[in-house]
């Protein structure tokens, strides 16, 4: 019996340490968390400031930390919708809004209701159907089809409630479920606020704050729901979020081992029998109904087995409770006879034969890791990454996934600026600012982050209307352009090309360029759809970086494009101001629809811009052993660099640099490069066109 009780406190011991290593700890958790909060604070700002009415949720295994590189887990986004109010109750209702009552009766499943539509400018219900959207029912209500929504994301497939996006090699996949909010917690889970289990977890604290995150409801039905286009599910992600991010690192680590026990033995090749977010419901089930003392890490494996246990009794009784809204059983219509058969029975086999099982776990090697902690076999005879690599991998990831997010909502934020005035960019600008002046600590970081790109730009913005009044830059400018990122920095030392004054310009480029070399640096641009780097694919030099620094070293080791509105033409080179005027009228309709309104704008990489300008810079100041130095670095950036997104714009430039030298053949051959990385959109047809035309007159 003792050595029973021994073993199992150090196969415990074992498969927590075999967690730790492969990413599953405190710490890295926390920095993942973090880096996920970040990137949703930044969308919330972003829609702050161009004015709209959605904010994206972040949630599941990804911004939890529950989730390990082997196990693959999709990106989920809630993508709720504040011009609809729900409603639970009448003295609810808004003026102006979409106002649905929520309605739950003997026809609509436990945790789903209907919507009733009512009127916007009075607060009684709508008798006649709008559109194709609603339909009557027999009790003459106006009701709201949960199909409205199906396809939201072009291009997604409707899986469930969520548009889901199978971005292949380099992404993420995604699911994206719409919500429309309501402010008030669901009635059908007020006895959850006072229920009480063993472990007094959740506290009546976390409770009283679930409740005041209120609920959302999203557009599916239940599998035994009489009336499937009507049903919407009542959600409660945020409280369950919030949950999650109260667990300790065993019962997290007991949620991973869940998950990848539900992926290797019970959901056989993407079979989707179980759900992971069963497993969730099970194991705060669980935590809830036994003493908070039993989760520590030398009762992993007991733990685990609990978890499981419990799992089993669910599948033969087909009942999973969903863990706020208790009446909502998640497994109702889920199994045929025959699949609950089957899937007791491989519950039941894992539990008689648990150790071994864990051990042909492959996800993340994890059985050989055990079996090496364990020493059933010689450390060194196999090889597997390193904990210190996998963190670095990790927070590479992260890192990177964070600087994207902060070149994608610049370039949506300069969406909505694009076609404003002065007065409305002014306006924005402010809005921008209360993040710092008043949010919270994830608010203010996440300005810092946003902050300079846009500050940037509209800096950039007044230097080119007073350079285009009388050639000087105001200082109110000059204060905008200060940010300390190179992006910013290339765009000041544009802004005193574009005045004549080459020395300070020569002076930044130069300081910026050392800076270059003084960091690991790789490129991000969020205006085209395409992968990051590949882990494997940044140097190692980078990824310690990633694993050592905090977050503050992504302004320093990450460059963003350089983006340049029409507003902004007097602040470029006339070289590039063509890159705004890329697209003849047949070239307009093969625009992808992301990249609309970028096209119109001058969009360069940072390294390439950096030595075209020095290049240009030196031709003025007549230092032609420096000039010709900046221009074999462009030649070497643009044949070396992988992962340039503006390549196209890179070779144009470089073609008209060719041009300045009198090259017209080589300038010619990187113009017809330029058309064979993008054929269309393309202003290397024009500089052929003028290339030649010159040529001809010359004759």
Not at 66 to 74: A, K, N, P, V
Not at 446 to 455: E, G, H, S
């Amino acid at each position: 019996m003792f050595q029973e009780a021994d073993f199992k406190e150090n196969l415990s011991l074992a498969l927590s340490e075999v967690l730790d290593d492969i990413g599953v700890n405190e710490r890295l958790v926390m920095r993942r968390r973090r880096q996920d909060m970040l990137r949703e604070t930044m969308g919330k700002i972003q829609c702050k400031v161009t004015v709209s009415n959605i904010t994206v949720y972040h949630l599941g295994s990804q911004i939890e930390g529950t989730t390990t590189i082997g196990l693959s887990s999709d990106c989920d986004f809630l993508v709720c919708d504040h011009d609809y109010n729900i409603m639970q109750d009448w003295s609810e209702w808004k003026h102006g809004k979409k106002n649905y009552l929520m309605i739950q009766d003997e026809n609509t499943t436990p945790g789903y209701c209907f919507l009733q539509l009512l009127q916007p400018c009075v607060p009684l219900p709508v008798t006649v159907i709008p559109n194709e959207n609603h339909i009557i029912d027999r009790s003459g209500r106006v009701l709201f089809k949960n199909t409205t929504f199906n396809g939201f994301i072009p291009g997604a497939v409707d899986h469930g409630p969520s548009n889901a996006i199978y971005a292949g090699p380099g992404f993420c996949d995604t699911d994206n479920v719409k919500a429309l909010p309501c402010k008030g917690w669901p009635q059908s889970a007020s006895g959850w606020l006072e229920r009480q289990g063993i472990s007094r977890w959740p506290t009546q604290d976390m409770r009283r704050y679930a409740a005041s995150t209120g609920c959302f409801v999203v557009p599916t039905e239940s599998k035994v729901s009489e009336y499937p286009e009507l049903e919407w599910r009542i959600s409660t992600s945020l409280a369950e979020r919030k949950l999650m991010f109260d667990l300790n690192i065993t019962q997290i680590r007991c949620y991973v081992l869940l998950k990848m026990i539900l992926k290797s033995f019970l959901n056989p090749q993407g079979e989707i029998n179980i759900s992971s977010f069963m497993c969730k419901t099970v194991l705060l089930h669980c935590i809830e109904n036994t003493e908070s003392s039993i989760w520590k890490e030398n009762n992993l494996f007991i733990c685990l087995t609990y978890c499981l246990l419990e799992l089993y009794s669910c599948v033969q009784n087909d009942r999973c409770s969903h863990f706020i809204i208790g009446e909502n059983n998640l497994m109702a219509g889920q199994f045929t006879a025959e699949k609950k058969h089957e899937l007791s029975k491989n519950i039941s086999d894992f539990l008689q034969n648990d150790r071994q099982m864990l051990l042909r776990i492959d996800i993340d090697d994890l059985g050989l890791r055990l079996q090496v902690k364990l020493n059933i076999v010689r450390h060194g005879a196999y090889y597997y990454q390193s904990s210190l690599a996998i963190h670095e991998n990790y927070m590479t990831n992260e890192y990177l996934n964070t600087a994207n997010c902060v070149s994608r909502h610049h370039k949506l934020v300069l969406e909505y600026l694009h076609t404003k005035n002065v007065r409305t960019m002014k306006h924005c600008i402010g809005k921008l600012n209360t993040f710092n002046v008043n949010g919270n600590r994830l608010e203010q970081a996440a300005f810092k982050f946003l902050a300079p790109c846009v500050f940037t730009t509209y800096g950039s913005i007044l230097a080119s209307f007073s350079i285009g009044e009388n050639n000087q830059v105001s200082p109110e400018a000059l204060v905008w352009l200060s940010a300390d990122i190179s992006s910013s920095r290339l765009k000041l030392a544009s802004v005193f090309y574009s005045k004549g004054d080459m020395e300070k310009a020569e002076l930044i480029l130069r300081r910026t360029e050392q800076q270059f070399y003084s960091y690991p640096v790789l490129h991000i641009c969020a205006c085209w759809d395409t992968p990051l780097p590949a882990v494997t694919a940044v140097t190692a030099e980078f990824k310690r970086v990633c694993g050592e620094q905090s977050e503050d070293c992504i302004k320093h080791i990450t460059a963003f494009c350089v983006r340049f509105i029409q507003k902004e033409i007097n602040c470029i080179p006339h070289e590039l101001q063509y890159e705004m005027f890329r697209s003849p009228q047949d070239d307009m309709i093969h625009r992808e629809e992301n990249v609309v309104h970028w096209m119109d704008w001058a969009v360069v990489d940072s390294l390439p811009f950096l030595y075209f300008l020095q290049y240009k810079i030196y031709s003025h100041l007549q230092r032609h052993q420096d000039q010709q130095q900046a221009l074999s670095k462009l030649i070497r950036t643009i044949e070396t660099v992988e992962n340039l997104k503006h390549r196209e714009t890179a070779l144009n430039i470089l073609g008209q640099c060719m041009e300045q030298d009198k090259r017209p053949q080589q300038a010619l051959n990187y113009y017809l490069l330029s058309l064979q990385h993008r054929a269309r959109n393309n202003v290397a047809i024009i500089h052929i066109c003028k290339l030649l035309s010159g040529l001809l007159a010359a004759q």
